[in-house]
């Protein structure tokens, strides 16, 4: 099984939510579905970023790195402004 990290960016406000999904098409409908209690206020997010891995433990690693104040810089210097 194939884990996706993930970083949404709303168009409503720009920001950024990351995550960690075994089913990055699904997880992205209901993100903008609004079916995810953290997201639903900020509605529609458009997938700007995301790695695969082939087992939990490593995604859930990077997931923690993107949520850090290193990965953040990082995030950052990929975004296209």
Do not use: W
């Amino acid at each position: 099984m194939k884990y996706y990290v993930y970083i949404l960016q709303s168009q409503k406000d720009n920001s950024l939510y990351k995550g960690i999904t075994n089913n990055l098409e699904r997880r992205i409908r209901e993100h903008n579905n609004k079916q995810n209690r953290s997201t639903k206020n900020k509605v529609p997010y458009e997938l700007i970023y995301y790695e695969t891995f082939s087992n939990r433990l490593d995604a859930r690693n990077r997931e923690k790195y993107f949520k850090s104040g290193s990965g953040r810089e990082f995030i950052n210097s990929i975004i296209i402004k």
